[in-house]
């Protein structure tokens, strides 16, 4: 059975920083994309990067670009989602995704996933 559990989220004031896990069970991600992706009350779902299996390559969107790195540990069988110089229109509940795909080539919509962890809340508030 697959299954993405996201992990790391909390309160935290801006400017600071928060590492997000996406632990997966029940199969390997070495073969698969990997997508983050956030939704704010009243907003639509977001995306917000996309890692490729093969040779790791990064996508992000323009408004964490530069603040936001997605990495993979194979080994693990992990993501992450490092988060820095948060700011309170970070706040939302982030997801992960796993695509059937090793590649993302851009960042890819929700509907390039299959599978999707519960998320965790991500609150920037002074």
């Known amino acids: 059975q697959v299954q993405l559990v996201e992990s790391g989220g909390g309160l935290v004031q801006p400017g600071g920083s928060l590492r997000l896990s996406c632990a997966a069970s029940?199969?390997?991600?070495?073969?698969?994309?990997i997508g983050w992706f956030r939704q704010a009350p009243g907003k639509e779902r977001e995306g917000v990067s996309c890692?490729?299996?093969?040779?790791?390559?990064?996508y992000y969107a323009d408004s964490v670009k530069g603040r936001f790195t997605v990495s993979r540990d194979n080994a693990k069988n992990t993501a992450y989602l490092q988060m820095n110089s948060l700011k309170p229109e970070d706040t939302a509940v982030y997801y992960c995704?796993?695509?059937?795909?090793?590649?993302?080539?851009?960042?890819?919509?929700?509907?390039?996933?299959?599978?999707w962890g519960q998320g965790t809340q991500v609150t920037v508030s002074s």
């Open positions: 995704a796993l695509a059937g795909w090793p590649e993302c080539n851009h960042l890819r919509p929700a509907s390039y996933f299959g599978s």
């Open positions: 890692i490729s299996s093969t040779d790791g390559s990064t």
């Open positions: 029940g199969f390997t991600l070495d073969y698969y994309s």
